[in-house]
């Protein structure tokens, strides 16, 4: 047979702030350029407050799941939570478990 891709759609949570770098990282999330993304969220993961890191973390995650790596999304949620419990990070984490 003929191969024809299957699209899931899918409703994602993502956090970002105003800050230039974080919008560069949305951006590339949103333009699905997963890589392009999770090289931003790696820069922002380790600087700002603890709610920004952990939001960092919980959108890598969310890069993760998106490219199928549910166990390194796992872990980046257990990064996130170390750091601070976002709301969404639970849902995300339910996701992955069920994949």
């Known amino acids: 047979g003929r191969f024809t891709p299957e699209w899931e759609k899918l409703n994602c949570t ?15 999330l949103v333009n699905c350029d997963f890589k392009g993304a999770m090289d931003g969220y790696l820069e922002l993961v380790g600087r700002g407050s603890a709610d920004r890191r952990a939001s ?7 890069c993760c799941y998106l490219i199928k790596e549910y166990e390194m999304a796992i872990a980046w949620l ?12 639970q849902a995300l984490r339910k996701r992955c478990l069920q994949k």
């Open 14 to 28: 993502f956090y970002y702030y105003s800050d230039y770098a974080w919008v560069q990282a949305s951006e590339k």
């Open 78 to 89: 257990d990064y996130a939570d170390r750091c601070y419990q976002l709301p969404n990070s």
């Open 56 to 62: 960092a973390a919980y959108d890598l995650a969310l």
